[in-house]
């Protein structure tokens, strides 16, 4: 029972703190999941992330789902699962009630510039987290750097996928 009270008080606090999706929850699961409540090692962690950044969906529902299960098996994986989704699901819930009758204040529109600005700082944590084990050399530095121009320099003209892949291509070469 304490491992699920563990997965339902983490997870609702990494689907709160959710806001931006993506990359963003990562720093939020690790500081749960790792330095908090030790449910994960770190090494645990960066697995769970490339597992879910290869299958389909969210990177926190995939880890709710992974992390729920290896802590209670099959109950642990769906409350994990439903927890991490409860605090989105209920603020669209509110705010599309709510979206008629509000107009966009000075006040709503500085909120969210602080709010996308601080998901911003999770993004740039989470980059610098997993770039620490992924980078070892400079030509891991240099591969990473190279595919950072490429994506910067060609916005929107070159698929992300083929820039993987041409990372994964030079990989091949030179390693």
């Known amino acids: 029972m304490d491992k699920l009270w563990s997965l339902v008080v983490s ?4 689907g709160i703190g959710a806001y931006g999706g993506g990359l963003v929850t990562v720093p939020l699961m690790q500081h749960e999941l790792v330095d908090g409540r030790q449910l994960l090692s770190m090494d645990e962690m960066s697995k769970i992330v ?3 950044q290869m299958t389909p969906g969210p990177i926190a529902v995939n880890g709710a ?3 729920g299960f290896r802590a209670a098996g099959i109950v642990g994986a769906l409350i994990a699962t439903v927890v991490v989704v409860l605090p989105g699901v209920s603020i669209l819930a509110i705010a599309s009630s709510l979206r008629r009758r509000i107009q966009p204040s000075y006040h709503l529109l500085r909120l969210r510039r602080g709010l ?3 998901v911003l700082s999770l993004l740039l944590y989470a980059a610098w987290q997993y770039g620490r084990g ?3 050399g400079p030509i891991e530095l240099a591969i990473a750097t190279g595919a ?4 910067t320099m060609f916005k929107g003209k070159v698929h992300p996928l083929a820039v993987i892949a041409g990372a994964g291509v030079v990989g091949l070469l030179v390693f």
């Open 11 to 14: 997870f609702i606090i990494i």
């Open 50 to 52: 490339a597992i879910a």
């Open 65 to 67: 789902t992974f992390v």
């Open 116 to 118: 996308r600005a601080g």
């Open 134 to 136: 992924v980078i070892n």
């Open 148 to 151: 950072f121009l490429i994506l």
